[in-house]
């Protein structure tokens, strides 16, 4: 199994990197990558983003928001999280396989004293407490397995990244599974740093796969093409918020000038159907403002860029366009 080193941190280009291993490197060889993303969250590729993340504290904090290639929920990913790669020839035997990918992780973490076991379909616990979480996509007769290490992550940002205002939300999205979660290095006997445990959990990855510990190291044709991968999906709106499914919201938020209760579908990443109610006063028709929102994409700078000019006084009195611009995303 050959170990590709990688110390990139963005989210969009470790994803491509992914991709770009499954589908354009040498399909005779078998690959590990260990890697880290800086704060993040990675969507499962069928799930409706807007469901899936506390879109205020995004915002707020920078937190790029990326869609995977393999299915699953959400995941928080900070400088204490580690994730481990496994793209290889595609066995039938290991479809859906989780356990034999997670068996090398395992067998190192009890060798290093942690009480670590596989759990359900596609977990890692302690204690009955989650720290990685895992997920397989399928590409031709290649095989990629991914999970994520909770090695010593922040996880209040965790919880604030993926908490979820209660406004309703209905789609045919697949939802995340919230578990009681907790760090590796809680319960090590011996503590390392983690670029320290990556090197250790690397020799047990290639021990447990037979490996020389061969290792490959990316060209600038590479990077080139990653690079392209990354810029044509990964960097888009359209793959990480238009990719979602089709649902129905209803948001409401009161502000000084009243109430305001909007309710819409969002159709390929675009708003539709969208009704505004509430107690605002205004001197105008408000359905004329609702043509003015449908057909645009449900993304907070282009509805900002196609309100800005308009005269949003006559339809909402004092309610501003930030407070509806709110109201619609936060």
């Known amino acids: 199994m050959i170990n590709i080193n990688n110390t990139n941190t963005d989210p969009h280009f470790n994803l491509a990197?992914?991709?770009?291993?499954?589908?354009?490197?040498?399909?005779?060889?078998?690959?590990?990558?260990l890697w880290q993303n800086r704060p993040s969250i990675i969507i499962g590729k069928n799930q409706n983003t807007i469901e899936e993340?506390?879109?205020?504290?995004?915002?707020?904090?920078?937190?790029?928001?990326?869609?995977?290639?393999?299915g699953g929920g959400a995941v928080y990913h900070d400088f204490g999280n580690l994730n481990f790669t496994f793209?290889?020839?595609?066995?039938?035997?290991?479809?859906?396989?989780?356990?034999?990918?997670?068996?090398?992780?395992?067998?190192?973490?009890n060798e290093m004293g942690v009480p670590a076991e596989f759990s359900g379909r596609n977990d890692i616990t302690i204690e009955g407490k989650k720290f990685s979480g895992n997920a397989q996509y399928y590409y031709r007769d290649r095989l990629l397995h991914h999970g994520t290490l909770l090695y010593s992550?922040?996880?209040?940002?965790?919880?604030?990244?993926?908490?979820?205002?209660?406004?309703?939300?209905?789609?045919?999205?697949?939802?995340?599974?919230?578990?009681?979660?907790?760090?590796?290095?809680?319960?090590m006997p011996e503590v390392y740093d983690i670029n320290a445990f990556k090197?250790?959990?690397?020799?047990?990855?290639?021990?447990g796969f037979n490996s020389l510990g061969q290792e490959y190291v990316l060209t600038e044709e590479d990077y080139k093409k990653i690079n392209e991968i990354m810029a044509s999906r990964y960097a888009t709106w359209d793959w990480n918020y238009g990719h979602s499914p089709d649902s129905t919201i209803q948001k409401s938020r009161r502000f000084d000038g009243g109430l305001?209760?909007?309710?819409?579908?969002?159709?390929?990443?675009?708003?539709?159907?969208?009704?505004i109610y509430g107690d605002f006063l205004s001197r105008r028709d408000v359905s004329e403002l609702e043509k003015k929102i449908i057909g645009?994409?449900?993304?907070?700078?282009?509805?900002?860029?196609?309100?800005?000019?308009?005269?949003?006084h006559d339809y909402l009195g004092i309610i501003t366009l930030e407070d509806l611009v709110e109201c619609l995303f936060y």
């Open 17 to 33: 990197l992914e991709e770009y291993v499954l589908k354009q490197l040498d399909p005779k060889e078998d690959y590990v990558l």
């Open 53 to 70: 993340i506390n879109q205020q504290y995004v915002k707020d904090n920078d937190i790029p928001v990326v869609r995977r290639l393999s």
């Open 87 to 109: 793209i290889v020839h595609n066995d039938k035997k290991d479809v859906s396989n989780y356990k034999k990918f997670t068996e090398p992780v395992i067998k190192a973490l």
């Open 153 to 187: 992550s922040e996880l209040t940002r965790l919880g604030e990244a993926l908490k979820v205002r209660m406004d309703k939300i209905t789609s045919k999205g697949i939802k995340s599974v919230r578990s009681r979660v907790t760090n590796i290095a809680d319960y």
């Open 199 to 207: 090197s250790l959990l690397l020799q047990h990855i290639q021990r």
């Open 260 to 275: 305001l209760d909007i309710r819409f579908d969002v159709a390929k990443g675009a708003v539709d159907q969208l009704k």
């Open 296 to 312: 645009l994409r449900y993304e907070e700078s282009e509805i900002y860029e196609a309100l800005k000019d308009f005269q949003l």
